[in-house]
């Protein structure tokens, strides 16, 4: 290698600037052999003692190699010229310093790695549930339930709350599983042919989907010798640990924080470090995760730095970089994770129905019950849908094992279930305390009961608004709950070892549970409502999309009317029913308002939707009902929600923006009443099959109001065109088609001839499979669509704003979407793309885009057509 760093180059009078060039490649290069290099550079004259004492008080080799370089600086060319002419010098075997990687392991290396396996194998062999009982051991095996593992590059901005994304998510990902590639845990490392080794891996997915899971299952398969993943070591770190070191740290040090039997060793592990796997679980968790985007690196074991510091440095490969590395994270954090070092991206995608059923099963270890109690599930479509979240199908299992069904207050929102499984503990834990102490239930009871709720409740709702997930044991908010038994049924406790001795540290054990607390305390306390949930919503809507999201649903669910009640009967906490009101009318005005602007509006329907009260969607009465629900496949639960409004809400609807939803012959179909009172559709970036353009078809020729369709990059070609306009024909109201990024040719385009300019005064076609003669013919004025229709790139201004929307687009979404757009946009000839217009920037762009993502692609048809496309766009 270092001869390559001269190669072909005339040395003299360059080489100063040479070794500053190749600074990095020559630390990756000279780390292994630095001391035979040193003994050359003294026998050599180039170095004398004291330099070579300044080398060696250096911490590692790379920091060895980087000090050589600096000292040679300050000798001048002709010092630098014979180092460069000693690295060019072919290694011999005895210079070789990568000892340990080249040599067998000691016979201490073999003893640690198989006591290190015991001791993984001891810490994750038992499941821990929050409420596990002291000294109950339940067996990860026994419990343990085969999770979907996909390989997919997520979006980096998904700042919807994850919980409810998951069954969107999820459902979307069911239907595209053939375009997706299962694996599964022992895959995670392995490679297609001819493609970069994986080394840093990032496993994302919802709250409660189950990553902390999965890395309980790699090292408990690790310490049972069932599956080593080709390594020596796994360390595990997690960041609620690492939250705790609060000054300059090496990695040495975070190693043997949890691994003091490593002790010994550790300079050969940490040498062995291809042989090394650094698992990093809940990066969401990280309170500093918001600042790893350093500019100041640990190149050492042994160097000091920020606890962030030493993890970007980590994942960047400025420190260990043969190491591998698995980080998990629920997916709102992981803009802040430095991702161009990611090789392989794995969502988790929880359970499907088996999986659900298998839990059952396992759970209530009783197969007839667990049959049972899994069809009561199954019928009911919201449970269903949370069930696909393990932490929600132990939940429902808990309420399940308490009530047996879900009689009597059927629960019918996400807060319905949360409140049962509040009284559902709560029952749980005064029974049992009562049980304890021989007193008659009711120990806990009353006031005492619900003061311990609303001390809880008011952890979380100051941590909530200060976005924190940890609480310690010194802090005021937390010192109330000491000795409380109720909290350490909905709290996390774990030990944190400090230089002083030990603090605990406490966290709910879900971010939704703390949401949903912090709704109770919000909800049953004369606490003013956040901020953001005040905002007059033309200021809000940002934040309200944000971290609250979810809070605001269950603060809605938790002030209607029946959970007050049930509440109040079941925890003796009461509402005040001014706050009640004053909450139900600001959801009634935020309605109003995000309909007349056409602002996204999902989360507003869900808090409508939570209040299961149908008179408060009849005083919606906005001016114009503009919904737009656009750009997140929508789950059953959505549109429930959404059906809700409209059945609630009287008036016509202005717009539907269903753009990017996924959405299905049997959503649309679903909708259909509504949409016959529709004036606007918009349904692009969709796959539309034959069956749901029938539908639109239907709605065409029924609608007296239908004067507006968005079908832009649905996969549609000239038969759908077809059954399109013979449904325009008939009742002859449409007025705008827009239908870019399509396979219609100039035939299908012919067929509109008739319907323009009138009643279509507008056909937006351009990306289609039409020929640049025939874009000529069909752009000229008296033939078929004339200045009606748009096939082509004129209006620059337009376009170029076109553009930007298209790459902004591309650049969150999938490589299978990525591929789809590129199809369509490549299919344009050069030669209408005029030198210096729009055009050339945006495919520049794209061309840019392409190969970063053929880079980062590990699935090797996918890589192979990104390429093809790179090839294309560089023309
Ligand atoms: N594969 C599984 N088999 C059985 N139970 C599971 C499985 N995965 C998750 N669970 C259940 O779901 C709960 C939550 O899982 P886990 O803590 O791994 O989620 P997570 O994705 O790490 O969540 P968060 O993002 O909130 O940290 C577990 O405590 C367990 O009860």
Redesign the pocket.
């Known amino acids: 290698m270092c001869k390559m760093v001269t190669a072909g180059k005339d040395v003299t009078g360059c080489c100063l600037s040479l070794i500053r060039l190749k600074r990095v490649s020559l630390v990756d290069t000279l780390e292994g052999r630095i001391d035979a290099l040193l003994d050359v550079l003294l026998s050599r004259e180039v170095f004398n003692r004291d330099d070579r004492e300044d080398v060696l008080c250096q911490p590692g080799p790379r920091a060895r190699v980087r000090k050589v370089l600096d000292i040679l600086e300050c000798k001048g060319e002709e010092a630098v010229n014979t180092f460069l002419s000693v690295v060019d010098q072919p290694e011999t075997p005895s210079s070789a310093v990568g000892k340990s990687k080249d040599q067998p392991p000691s016979l201490g290396y073999n003893q640690i790695k198989q006591k290190h396996r015991e001791v993984l194998r001891r810490r994750s062999e038992s ?4 409420n596990t009982r002291h000294g109950e051991k339940i067996l990860f095996s026994d ?5 979907l593992l996909v390989n997919g590059h997520q979006g980096l901005d998904i700042k919807r709350h ?1 919980v409810l994304a998951y069954g969107r998510k999820r459902l979307s990902l069911q239907q595209k599983s053939a375009e997706h590639r299962r694996i599964t845990p022992d895959q995670l490392f392995s490679t297609a042919n001819g493609a970069r080794p994986v080394k840093k891996i990032l496993v994302t ?13 790699l090292l408990l398969d690790f310490g049972n010798n069932k599956e080593s993943l080709g390594f020596d070591f796994i360390i595990h770190m997690t960041f609620r640990d690492l939250n705790l070191v609060n000054k300059p740290v090496n990695l040495r040090e975070l190693v043997l924080r949890k691994n003091r039997h490593l002790a010994k060793e550790l300079d050969n592990i940490l040498a062995n470090d291809d042989k090394l796997l650094i698992i990093f ?2 990066f ?2 990280f309170r500093h995760y918001r600042r790893c985007d350093v500019d100041a690196f640990v190149c050492e074991p042994d160097d000091y730095g920020e606890v962030e510091e030493v993890f970007t440095s980590l994942m960047l490969g400025e420190l260990l970089p043969n190491t591998a590395i698995i980080l ?3 997916p709102t954090a992981i803009g802040h994770i430095p991702v161009g070092c990611v090789d392989r991206f794995v969502l ?1 995608a ?2 499907s129905l088996d ?1 659900i059923q298998d ?1 059952f099963c ?1 759970y209530f270890q009783d197969e007839g019950l667990a049959e049972q109690l899994f069809r009561v599930v199954r019928e009911n479509e919201l449970m269903l849908t949370l069930c696909y ?6 939940i429902i299992c808990c309420i399940l094992k308490e009530s047996k069904d879900f009689a009597g207050d059927n629960p019918r929102t996400m807060t319905d279930i949360y409140v049962q499984y509040l009284v559902a503990l709560l029952r749980t834990h005064t029974q049992e305390r009562a049980k304890a102490s021989g007193a008659v239930q009711g120990t806990c009871g009353g006031e005492q009961l619900s003061d311990a709720v609303l001390q809880l409740a008011r952890l979380a709702f100051f941590k909530l608004m200060d976005q924190q997930t940890l609480f310690y044991a010194s802090d005021k908010d937390v010192a109330p709950l000491e000795g409380c038994p109720l909290a350490s049924t909905f709290l996390d406790k774990m030990v944190a070892q400090e230089p002083g001795g030990t603090e605990d540290v406490y966290s709910f ?4 549970v703390q949401e949903f607390f912090a709704a109770v305390y919000c909800a049953m306390t004369d606490q003013p409502l956040p901020d953001v949930l005040q905002q007059d919503s033309s200021a809000g809507e940002d934040t309200l999309k944000g971290h609250l999201d979810l809070f605001s649903r269950f603060l809605s669910g938790i002030l209607s009317e029946r959970n007050t009640k049930l509440l109040a009967r079941q925890v003796g906490l009461s509402c005040d029913e001014g706050k009640a009101e004053a909450f139900r009318q600001r959801t009634v005005s935020n309605l109003n308002n995000l309909c007349e602007k056409g602002t996204h509006i999902l989360n507003s329907l869900h808090c409508l939707f939570e209040q299961q009260d149908p008179s408060l969607g009849q005083e919606v009465r906005a001016q114009a009902l503009r919904l737009n629900v656009s750009d997140e496949a929508l789950s059953p639960m959505d549109y429930n929600a959404i059906k809700y409004f409209l059945n609630a809400t009287a008036g016509d609807l202005s717009e539907l923006d269903l753009t990017g939803t996924d959405v299905s012959y049997e959503a649309l179909r679903d909708l259909m009443p509504h949409l016959l009172k529709c004036k606007q559709l918009w349904v692009g970036e969709n796959a539309l099959d034959m069956d749901t353009i029938q539908v639109i078809a239907e709605v065409l020729q029924q609608s007296d109001c239908f004067t507006h369709l968005g079908i832009g990059w649905t996969d549609i070609g000239d038969e759908e065109l077809l059954v399109l306009s013979n449904a325009i024909r008939q009742k002859k109201v449409l007025k705008e088609l827009w239908m870019e990024g399509n396979r219609v040719t100039c035939r299908g385009l012919l067929s509109l001839s008739d319907l323009t300019p009138h009643p279509l005064s507008k056909v937006v076609a351009i990306w289609n499979d039409v020929t640049d003669a025939e874009v000529r013919s069909l752009s000229a004025p008296g033939d078929c669509g004339g200045a009606s229709l748009t096939v082509d790139f004129s209006e620059d201004a337009v376009w170029a704003a076109w553009g930007s929307w298209v790459l902004t687009r591309c650049s969150v979404s999938s490589d299978e979407k990525l591929l789809t757009v590129l199809h369509k946009v490549c299919k344009i000839s050069t030669h209408r793309l005029e030198t210096g217009g729009w055009a050339h920037a945006f495919y520049r762009d794209l061309g840019r885009l392409v190969r970063s993502r053929a880079e980062q692609c590990t699935e090797e048809d996918v890589r192979k057509r990104l390429e093809t496309f790179e090839g294309v766009l560089s023309w």
């Open positions: 499941m821990l549930y929050y419990q343990y339930v085969n999770l994850e997915g919802v709250a409660g989907i189950g990553k902390t899971i999965l890395v309980q299952k679980d809940g969401d968790e998990t994270s629920r988790i929880g359970f999986e839990f396992r979240i393990p932490a929600f199908c132990y054990a879900h971010l939704t």
